[in-house]
């Protein structure tokens, strides 16, 4: 506000202020920022066509141009007709509409494109913005491609009146072709993407990405506090705030969205080409590794060994890519199990992991490795982005069970682990799992129903701790040693039993006496596995599970061999 009588200062035109700092910013630095200010880290807002050059690969953007209609069903006056409005929107925003439509790869990778515009008209859905971002998913269905959306709105258009609201069903419709198509997806949201598109297509592809500091959300934040009068957190519909809550993937910087977007990309292609680095030769050798037997409590206690390597640890050094996705869509992210999609050895794959950490604080922060409900339901998703895009999952237990508290019963920990444990005895792609330390009751098993299940050399499954089978029976915790040798603990007898289906050798000592020798071998364990399996038709690597599941028993005749780095169970 400017104070009568007093001139307010002019900004030269190649300066401008940051609307959320208000620091005085010279335009083509801020370009080369990517309209990020180098103060505050606000990201400025951006037109549609500056968000693709940002996003593509140059010059390799192709338009697609709808025809116009006519865009007043209503007849809509309020201060001034509905069409002046739309000419004054086209005219200050240079766009016919509220989305622009196109192709265009991104590092290499063909994808369809549906990009909004917040200059026009607030980036609301109408009945053309419908017709557009649904005829993008058409575009992208016809030619085989992924879709990626970027979303900036202030939801539907109110001119437009019911036809704008039904347009959330049309587009919703359109997103669910490419769901059981098995089409890959990516939505970006940018600030703002509120009311009917966040509840449509905003929040429907198979990857949801928050721009830093991006609100989204159903209900504005003036109309949530008119509505219910309560004081709302500080980072309330923040992409932040999101993340926190599960309903998102990732939150990233600007600067940081194209080299993920590529990433991605590449990782859900299909017929992904093997690399050079890809086809190296197995190198593994069985020389001078020790007998498979092992006594059972020495297995528990080198698989609690704090410096074993982790599930993270694998992720980077064991796989040659790794996107964490984060999030059950529904209520939080469960920092004890990770997952997201990875490639190793040529091979896309989704994986899932418990994960304990090393020191003191990583190991409280993800909850010593044992999953909320929230961790099962993020693995559940998880299991079904694989499913739809037909890539193979890999998982690594290593957990002491599920978390047993007051909070994880009152969130339905035995129904998250029950629909994980089914939902991956039916899974439609392969799945091979590895216990690399500690296999806890239910909460390990939940990542152990799979077509392969490998056990490092020294880690275990049990249906109770040692420590708490021995409080029960013998009425005191020191005698988990001779618990876990009646229980038998261990690759040999896993293997025996027909439980486990290979054990993968670790160095001398132990996996975390030498980290990087510990994750070659698992990974050409895993590598040949996944060789095996894929290619495999569905009904019969479905028979084969459920074969595999009924032949488990008691026997315990076959015989152990001296310990090579992936010993195959006779199938």
């Not at 338009?63 to 929107?89: I, K, N, S």
């Not at 880690?459 to 009425?475: D, K, M, N, Q």
């Not at 009646?486 to 050798?505: K, Q």
Request: proline share 7%.
């Amino acid at each position: 506000m400017t104070t009568p009588g007093v001139t307010a200062p002019r900004v030269p035109a190649d300066w401008t202020s940051c609307p959320a700092c208000g620091w005085l910013l010279y335009r083509k630095r801020l370009e080369r920022e990517l309209h990020v200010c180098p103060e505050c880290d606000a990201h400025l807002r951006l037109g549609a066509r500056a968000r693709i050059d940002q996003l593509v690969d140059p010059g390799s953007f192709t338009e697609t141009v709808f025809p116009q209609r006519d865009g007043d069903p209503l007849d809509f006056t309020d201060l001034r007709p509905y069409p002046d409005r739309l000419r004054d929107a086209a005219h200050r925003s240079g766009e016919s509409e509220a989305v622009v439509v196109g192709v265009a790869t991104i590092g290499g990778t063909a994808v369809t494109l549906a990009v909004m515009d917040f200059g026009f008209l607030g980036g609301s859905m109408g009945v053309e913005v419908g017709r557009r971002v649904s005829g993008a998913a058409a575009l992208a269905l016809e030619r085989g491609l992924p879709l990626l959306a970027v979303c900036a709105s202030g939801g539907a258009r109110m001119q437009e009146g019911v036809f704008s609201l039904f347009q959330m069903a049309r587009v919703s419709e359109a997103f669910g072709r490419l769901r059981e198509a098995g089409s890959f997806s990516v939505c970006v949201l940018t600030d703002p993407t509120y009311g009917g598109v966040s509840a449509s297509f905003a929040t429907l592809a198979s990857v949801l990405v928050g721009e830093r500091g991006a609100h989204v959300g159903f209900a504005g934040p003036r109309v949530v506090q008119e509505t219910i009068r309560a004081e709302l957190p500080s980072d309330f519909q923040t992409a932040e705030f999101l993340l926190a809550h599960g309903l998102v993937d990732r939150v990233e910087s600007r600067a940081e969205l194209r080299p993920l977007l590529a990433r991605l990309l590449a990782l859900h292609a299909p017929d992904r080409p093997r690399g050079a680095a890809e086809e190296e030769p197995d190198t593994t050798s069985a020389d001078d590794t020790p007998p498979l037997d092992s006594d059972p409590w020495e297995v528990v206690q080198r698989a609690r060994v704090v410096e074993r390597p982790t599930t993270l640890d694998y992720l980077h050094t064991a796989f040659d890519d790794f996107v964490e996705l984060h999030g059950d869509r529904a209520f939080g992210d469960d920092p004890a199990l990770v997952g997201g999609v990875a490639s190793i050895g040529g091979h896309s794959v989704v994986v899932l992991g418990h994960e304990k950490g090393h020191s003191v604080r990583e190991r409280v922060a993800h909850e010593f490795g044992m999953p909320h409900p929230a961790g099962y339901r993020k693995a559940l998703r998880l299991l079904g982005h694989a499913e739809a895009h037909s890539l193979p999952v890999v998982t690594l237990v290593d957990t002491p069970g599920a978390h047993p508290g007051p909070e994880a019963e009152e969130h339905g920990q035995s129904h998250a682990i029950a629909e994980i444990i089914m939902r991956s005895s039916r899974l439609r792609v392969p799945v091979v799992s590895v216990v690399t330390g500690e296999g806890g009751s239910g909460g390990a098993l939940a990542l152990c129903t799979s077509d392969r299940l490998l056990v490092l050399e020294n880690a275990y499954l049990s249906v109770i701790s040692p420590e708490g089978c021995a409080a029960i029976l013998w009425r005191t915790a020191t005698a988990a040693p001779t618990a876990a040798r009646a229980m038998r603990l261990g690759a040999a007898h896993l293997y025996r039993s027909g439980i486990a289906t290979s054990v993968v050798a670790e160095p001398p000592g132990g996996a975390h006496t030498d980290p990087a020798a510990a994750a070659r071998l698992l990974r050409a364990a895993i590598r040949r596995e996944l060789d095996e399996l894929t290619g495999q038709d569905v009904e019969t690597l479905l028979a084969a599970r459920s074969r595999r599941f009924s032949r488990i028993d008691v026997d315990d005749d076959r015989p152990v061999r001296a310990l090579q780095p992936v010993l195959p169970v006779e199938r």
